[in-house]
């Protein structure tokens, strides 16, 4: 008999919810599988991942310039064929000064770097920050992460000490931060967006989720905030990050800004938390001086897309170094990032700039990625809003729409049935009937009594909204 069994491993392990890489997707990756096989009993002929922010899976293509210069990091003795690189495949000159650059302060890619990233790539992400904010960054206070995924991992675990922390996630949310505090057995503060308000973020909400935990006994020490949202995709306006930051500055808060999505923006302004924090520091001295923040960033969202190179980091700002010397403590058990996802940080960062030859091609591909990603979001929400009992937002940002359903009482009752939520049920007759996988809104939160699914505007081409159309139709027919 085999020593273990569902029963006696860590049972928070156990407990947690994924629901992006959960039953559905599994399902999915099944008919993926049969599909490839040559199965022909499917009633589709493809399987859609609109389950996940997976740009490169659905065929969003990658950077030249990014992958013409990762090329040269994981093979670098194509740099002594330079001639023929110019010549005859294209690639620029600074192209090959770029990986020079990366190749002397990194080092092999295959090789360790110091734990908390390669110091030269730190000292870019500085850079970036002062620019973007218009406020001097620190590099020692960067962290090079495999995806942003990794820096939620590290803070959380410093965050985290009993089960009675208390961290605040805005509903719905990205289930990394459910997930993560069941694993660490720690507790999930929720404060629901404003759906009739284009999911914004009411600090009346917050205040509300906050004082009943503590009544509780809640030791609530930190707030996630995710801008721009998933799934949601709103930004939130500098009014609002305000009140956030005078909320966090006034119970002492940590704040955790999830911005990986912060250059998905189609409607509004991205705002960073470190900008408006620096401002208001400078604006009221002393006021916001205690205030802890970290800066969340990933290159597997935006226009760059390459989830599988794991590359991120956080900023932080207002931490004792004692804590910081903890945080690097935990980093360093992990030993580090990925090195090749280290250096497509730095050139996210710090990409070809007007003038430079690369800078015509790269904006090129960069402006057809957005364009494309906001014509399919309008598509899809334009479809939604010809479906019965759906209601969708406008497009705001990130890569996803949110759209609330209704169903019919019979199809409430069919679920129940199997087990399932009524969204469960809605998600996998879809998924069986056309092969388009998205996400139930139980899997994100959502306000009881209310229903959704969340799915990626990704996917290439039309004909998969038209299938949803089609299903839909067929799905309120069959349970009236």
């Known amino acids: ?76 003795k194509l740099l002594e064929h330079e001639d023929v690189l110019l010549n005859s495949l294209g690639y620029k000159t600074e192209v090959l000064e770029r990986a020079k650059w990366l190749l002397h302060h990194a080092g092999s890619v295959g090789a360790y770097s110091a734990s908390a990233g390669v110091p030269a790539i730190k000292e870019s992400v500085a850079k970036f920050l002062e620019k973007r904010d218009g406020f001097a960054a620190d590099p020692a206070r960067v962290y090079l992460s495999a995806g942003a995924s990794s820096g939620v991992n590290t803070l959380l675990h410093i965050i985290c000490a009993t089960p009675d922390t208390g961290v605040l996630v805005p509903i719905p949310q990205y289930p990394l931060y459910t997930a993560s505090l069941s694993v660490l057995n720690s507790t999930c503060v929720p404060y629901y967006l404003d759906e009739s308000a284009e999911w914004g973020t009411s600090l009346a909400t917050i ?184 209601e969708c937002g406008e497009p705001q940002g990130s890569m996803y729409l949110f759209p609330t359903i209704h169903v019919p009482a019979k199809a409430a009752e069919a679920a129940k049935k199997e087990g399932r939520t009524p969204d469960e049920f809605y998600c996998m007759r879809l998924l069986e009937s056309t092969g388009v996988c998205v996400v139930p809104g139980s899997g994100f939160g959502q306000v009881q009594g209310t229903l959704h699914f969340r799915t990626t505007f990704l996917a290439p081409g039309t004909a998969w909204v038209g299938s949803i159309k089609k299903f839909h139709k067929e799905f309120m027919d069959q349970y009236r």
């Open 1 to 76: 008999m085999a020593r273990l069994h569902a029963g006696n491993i860590n049972p928070h392990i156990v407990e947690a919810k994924y629901a992006v890489r959960g039953e559905l997707a599994v399902k999915s990756e099944d008919y993926r599988a049969r599909l490839r096989k040559g199965d022909e009993t499917l009633p589709f002929d493809e399987v859609i991942s609109a389950n996940i922010g997976n740009p490169q899976q659905l065929d969003q293509k990658p950077i030249t310039f990014f992958r013409q210069v990762l090329s040269l990091l994981e093979n670098p």
């Open 207 to 390: 205040k509300e989720a906050h004082d009943k935990a503590k009544k509780e006994g809640i030791d609530v020490r930190a707030i996630v905030i995710i801008n721009p949202g998933n799934p949601t995709g709103a930004s939130l306006s500098e009014a609002d990050i305000r009140s956030v930051l005078d909320f966090a500055a006034q119970e002492k808060l940590v704040v955790m800004a999830d911005e990986v999505y912060q250059t998905n923006v189609f409607i509004g302004k991205f705002h960073s938390f470190r900008q408006v924090l620096l401002s208001l520091q400078k604006e009221v001295p002393g006021k916001y001086d205690q205030v802890e923040l970290a800066s969340l960033h990933s290159v597997s969202k935006g226009m760059v897309g390459e989830c599988g190179h794991r590359g991120g980091y956080f900023d932080l700002h207002g931490f004792k170094s004692e804590v910081e010397e903890q945080i690097y403590k935990f980093v360093s058990i992990t030993l580090c990032a990925p090195v090749i996802g280290q250096c497509l940080v730095e050139l996210m960062v710090n990409p070809p700039q007007p003038g430079d030859p690369s800078y015509e091609l790269y904006n090129q591909e960069y402006s057809g990625i957005f364009n494309a990603l906001k014509t399919r979001a309008y598509a899809l929400y334009e479809a939604f809003k010809e479906m019965e009992g759906v």
